[in-house]
DNA sequence: TATAATAGTGACAAAGGTGTCGTTTTTATT
DNA sequence: AATAAAAACGACACCTTTGTCACTATTATA
């Protein structure tokens, strides 16, 4: 005649588990990691964890949309803090570097490991597709923002733009994960696109 | 008192191992490929086959160079044969556009699976370092043949734009791998960037 | 404090793949 | 033909991971 357990408590175990699955997809990347790591992670048991997410898949997904979020709500705020929308773009840049320089504990190689190796998987290309669209949202909202400001005069649509951001910052991503940062020479390619941008926007100054 | 089997004969083995490896890969993709799939598209032995290459790792590396070898033929001769760089620069925009739009039967998968899967594997990061300068080096000589004909005044040094080219367009694989080319809106991004080339080149008319 | 619902446990069977190795077959030489 | 070197075979033992399920422990209510 009674239920069991409180909801916080099984949301505070559900976070407990989205916790120790974050930091071991970090250490292993997505393929070498296996459920046992988090259940070791965890101290919980095996059927403890099951219990809460029903596979690696599942783990992933809801972690992953668990630090999409976060990640949405700082790109909103910079977003409006900084003087300008060219500054943001600065900022992003720069941001983008830094993580692309070291790995170590990072989920960026976990990411697009899973993608990568899920690409015949419908469930993820949808997924996928769910995720993309909200970064060229993102991204076509701030140069949207730009225009109205008169910061810019793009060349090409806000939408193409948008894609070719993401495209390039996914594409240098792809190149410092599997080779190293000074071989892509990274620096320098960051400069090289931040070169394109101002002439694709028409940055006024 | 008698040395078995001509030289040739096993030649002949291995290239016949490789072509169906080639043909499973991109099929399969490289984790799926088991190499269970080999012994059985060659109609070969278990045995038989790892007396050739002794593991998928193997096996993989193998074809890729034989792959590549033939790409680079490719390169070369189309450089020449073209009537201006820029023309080169454009064919090859518009081969990718074409290989990206489709991945059946396609090799491209298998490669950046192979590659994002193994980052931390120092052996395939440096395999993919020679790869990677060899791809480097091809751009760079194109982009100097360009200057030298006077017909690119490039705004950054050809090392970086080459390696700009190799990133863009990689990004572009990837995008297009997982997620719908429509939704990437592949061909409006091969257009931005062939414009933010022709800037970035300062192509003369 | 009795109880019933259910959260949590961990041993286990099953799946799926790998590389080896004793055996058989083939083939160049004598 | 006889022979010996080695190419080819395929059954097999081994490993790693998975998801389940009969059982135990815990906890909100009556």
Redo the contacts with the bound molecule.
């Keep these: 005649?009674?239920?069991?357990?409180?909801e916080e408590?099984?949301e505070q175990?559900r976070l407990e588990i989205l916790k120790a699955a974050r930091k071991v997809f970090a250490e292993k990347g997505y393929e070498?990691?296996?459920?046992?790591d988090v259940i070791e992670e965890t101290?919980?048991?095996?059927?403890?964890?099951?219990?809460?997410f029903?596979?690696?898949?599942d783990l992933f997904m809801s972690m992953l949309e668990q630090k999409d979020d976060e990640g949405w709500d700082t790109f909103r705020q910079e977003l409006e803090e900084l003087p300008t929308v060219w500054a943001f773009v600065d900022q992003l840049l720069a941001d983008n570097e830094d993580s692309f320089n070291d790995f170590t504990d990072s989920l960026i190689p976990a990411i697009i490991e899973f993608f990568v190796a899920g690409w015949r998987e419908e469930k993820r290309m949808e997924r996928q597709g769910v995720r993309y669209q909200r970064i060229i949202d993102a991204m076509t909202h701030m140069i949207e923002l730009g225009k109205e400001r008169g910061e810019f005069r793009p060349l090409l649509p806000s939408d193409v733009l948008a894609r070719h951001i993401s495209t390039v910052l996914d594409g240098i991503a792809l190149h410092s994960l599997y080779l190293k940062a000074e071989r892509v020479m990274m620096k320098e390619q960051i400069e090289a696109f931040r070169l394109s941008l101002k002439h694709l926007l028409q940055v006024q100054e």
Excluded at 32 to 36: G, H, N
Excluded at 43 to 52: A, E, I, K, N, T
Excluded at 54 to 57: F, L, M
């Design positions: 005649m009674a239920p069991k357990v409180t408590h099984k175990r070498p990691m296996t459920m046992q101290g919980m048991s095996r059927g403890g964890v099951y219990l809460y029903s596979n690696k898949e």
